[in-house]
């Protein structure tokens, strides 16, 4: 199993509603970056989270840091079809190393 | 203009061809990566460097080998291709002056070995 995990893997969601995305560490979490890829493409820096209990918003995606738990939510309000993509996490590995560690990936796809 | 660019952005290749994907930063970062993008497995490093004289394996380098030519040029090779490496590469940069250490990527090259 992966140390990252990302759940659900897809998502599929009429426009307006409202979805979330989770992502559960095996190790402990020094910090932790949410991406979004557009399907085919790079990947977009979306927000990063470093302290437990913090929560970052970015228009309408809220990410939220639970380090007891180790995990790792992201809150889409009144989706559109802008959001489709594939979000990833990724956990800073080490408090004085670089290494980044990446989940699998959520696909969401926006129906209109 | 992009940040961090990559080329080719597309590749189709036979199995035992040689292949450079290449990459070039604006950003002035010291850092620089390669990861590859497979379905269901997500991003796996490949290798990475720190500066220019530093060269690091990551935890997927077999069959793979890379070039610091500059600060701003990081260049990965495939000596000689197999359809395995089918996949989706991408090159990130980051800066060791920031605390959190934010990956920045480029486009991605999607390469295919038949």
């Known amino acids: 199993s992966q140390e990252l995990e990302q759940s659900p893997q897809s998502l599929i969601v009429q426009e307006g509603k409202n979805l979330t995305i989770n992502c559960t560490s095996s190790?402990?979490?020094?910090?932790l970056y949410w991406y979004k890829q557009k399907y085919g493409e790079g990947l977009i820096f979306l927000m990063m989270?470093?302290?437990?209990?913090e929560e970052k918003s970015h228009e309408k995606i809220t990410a939220k840091l639970d380090e007891k738990k180790q995990q790792s939510s992201l809150h889409i309000t009144a989706s559109q079809p802008s959001h489709a993509g594939i979000y990833l996490c990724?956990?800073?590995?080490?408090?004085?190393?670089?290494?980044?560690?990446f989940g699998a990936g959520t696909r969401l796809f926006v129906k209109a | 203009d992009a940040d961090v660019t990559q080329t080719p952005r597309n590749r189709i290749t036979k199995t035992g061809k040689r292949i450079m994907l290449e990459c070039s930063q604006t950003?002035?970062?010291?850092?620089m990566y390669w990861y590859r993008q497979d379905p269901g497995l997500g991003l796996r490093l490949i290798y990475y460097?720190?500066?220019?004289?530093?060269?690091n394996k990551g935890e997927i380098s077999d069959g793979y080998s890379v070039s610091r030519q500059a600060q701003a040029k990081f260049s990965l090779s495939l000596e000689s291709a197999i359809p395995n490496q089918t996949a989706l590469y991408f090159c990130?940069?980051?800066?060791?002056?920031?605390?959190?250490?934010?990956?920045?990527f480029g486009p991605g090259t999607r390469l295919t070995v038949l």
């Open positions: 989270l470093q302290k437990g209990g």
């Open positions: 990130a940069t980051s800066d060791s002056g920031q605390g959190m250490d934010e990956q920045f």
């Open positions: 190790k402990t979490l020094y910090g």
């Open positions: 990724g956990a800073r590995r080490g408090t004085g190393g670089f290494k980044t560690i």
């Open positions: 950003k002035g970062h010291d850092r």
């Open positions: 460097s720190f500066d220019v004289k530093d060269i």
